[in-house]
């Protein structure tokens, strides 16, 4: 008997490049791209970006909450040196975007397990920026959630946070709870929708930037 097949690509033009994306047929959340993803990683190609912090090249990022990897990967098209980061469950889908697409990475790019409120010592010194699309919806994980994105921070440290408004189920304590948390430790700003890409943005996703008070 054929077997099913487990994965289904989503192309997606970044960077002048196409990035396949595999995602999963059958799994937990983090098995495929999410809008609020996509609105970040064109973000990340926007003119409001580029002109606001130059570009990625040689910049250390890394990502949480990772998934499928793809916002991530796309910083690495521009040249970032990029850890992705997941529960470890996700890190063959990572590998595997990141195989798919190795030939396109203009810096670098790696899959590491990092679960929130866990020991970030593998991670230090601080990177550049931390990336972390659709990770507010769980509320028993916010906590854990902004000790990590205060554990890794240096005072340089930018934090683009992208999410999704929902009204469903844990969604809207959860943001609550991240919001008031993560204004206690750092200075929280909303990218305006006319600074993001022209297309792919929607009046119910946010895009925040975070740094250490
Ligand atoms: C809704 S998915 C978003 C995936 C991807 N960022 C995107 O936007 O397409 C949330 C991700 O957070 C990850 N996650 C949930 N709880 C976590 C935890 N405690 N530590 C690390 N990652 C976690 C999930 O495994 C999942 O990949």
Known sequence: MVEPPKYFDRVLEFSGQELTIKQCYQGDVGCVVWDAALVLLKF???DSFRSNRGNLEQKRVIELGAGTGAVGLAASLRGADVTVTDLEDFLPLMQLNIDTNKS?????VTAKTLKWGASVA???????????????YYL????DLVKTLNDLSGPETEILCSYEERTIGQNLKSLDRFLKLVHE??????????????VYRSEDIHILTMKKT
């Open 140 to 143: 028993d994980a916010v906590d």
């Open 185 to 198: 430790d750092f200075i929280v700003e909303e990218v305006p929708l006319d600074q993001q890409d022209p």
């Open 44 to 46: 990340l190609e926007s």
């Open 122 to 136: 593998d991670f230090m010194p601080p990177p550049d920026f931390i990336l972390m699309s659709d990770c507010v």
């Open 104 to 108: 396109h990475v203009k810096g670098t």
